[in-house]
């Protein structure tokens, strides 16, 4: 089975799994403010897809090198399928928005620490992770439409909904328009703004996540992605039912159990003294 400390990568720089399964990516092309290539998309998958089987990793912190996140598609590679024709260029289009619903579909929980520039694809990746930190500093924008192109694009349109809600998606997607942290904390497209160590908050976090069973996270990912759009109550409580059998089952429950009545243990004694 491949490990995602044995492969390489051109466009991303990958950092080593740490104590607590931790591992670190950063979109790595900073003279573009790390602009999307196909290429880019491609290893996009290959990270998902390795770190979703590779034990060592826990938890994925997803960020950008130099000063911004990601500002979307690079421009060549728009100029490369206008070159093409049409099946060509659904061929593509198909590439990049395949990737983006690939690395949703890692099983390891996301966390995305947005600083400077978040707009089209890279809000695309931004809206794939499970959580979203920024800096003050980052903007964030879809900006399809300003190219004169449809304003949904790469799952913007199914993602941007479900996180900030129709209307507010409604008004950034026909408008292009390009919106601050402030506003992106208001209507709950990030969780929070981090105005000192954007990078180590985000680590933080993900050592709370990675604290817990590696099945548990991955049930608990698989239940949520599925749920926000169950039928009905009933339906979504007959995945939850499955998932919790299944994790009453692992052997991992049982170590983790023990270690939060631990916990517990602790504070109630530490509140005694």
């Known amino acids: 089975m ?85 099946p060509a260029a659904m061929h593509l289009q198909e590439r990049a928005g395949g990737a983006v619903a690939r690395f949703k579909a890692c099983t390891k929980p996301v966390i995305a620490a947005i600083h400077g520039p978040c707009t089209g694809g890279g809000l695309a990746l ?64 990030v969780n929070r703004i981090v105005t000192d160590d954007l990078l180590g908050t985000a680590g933080t976090l993900a050592r709370r996540m990675s604290r817990n069973s590696s099945f548990g996270l991955k049930l608990t990912k698989q239940a949520l992605q599925v749920n926000v759009d169950a039928p009905s109550l009933d339906a979504a409580i007959e995945m939850e039912n499955r998932n919790q059998i299944l994790a009453f089952n692992s052997p991992e429950m049982r170590t983790t159990l023990q270690r939060f009545r631990q916990d517990q243990a602790s504070r109630r004694s530490a509140r005694r003294g």
Request: hydrophobic residues 50%.
């Open 126 to 189: 931004a809206l794939a992770a499970d959580v979203r930190l920024a800096t003050p500093q980052a903007r964030f924008g879809t900006a399809f439409v300003r190219l004169g192109l449809s304003g949904c694009d790469v799952g913007v349109s199914w993602l941007l909904p479900r996180v900030v809600g129709l209307g507010h998606a409604s008004e950034l997607m026909l408008t292009g328009e390009v919106i601050d942290a402030a506003e992106a904390e208001r209507i709950g497209l």
């Open 2 to 86: 491949s490990s995602l400390a044995t492969q390489s990568f051109d466009f991303l720089q990958v950092g080593a799994a740490d104590a607590d399964g931790v591992v670190t990516v950063a979109l790595n092309r900073p003279e573009v403010l790390n602009a999307i290539t196909f290429p880019m998309f491609d290893e996009l998958v290959r990270l998902a897809e390795v770190a979703s089987l590779d034990d060592a990793v826990r938890v994925l912190v997803l960020t950008g090198a130099g000063r911004g996140f990601c500002a979307g598609l690079d421009l060549a590679a728009i100029d490369e399928m206008l070159g093409r024709d049409v």
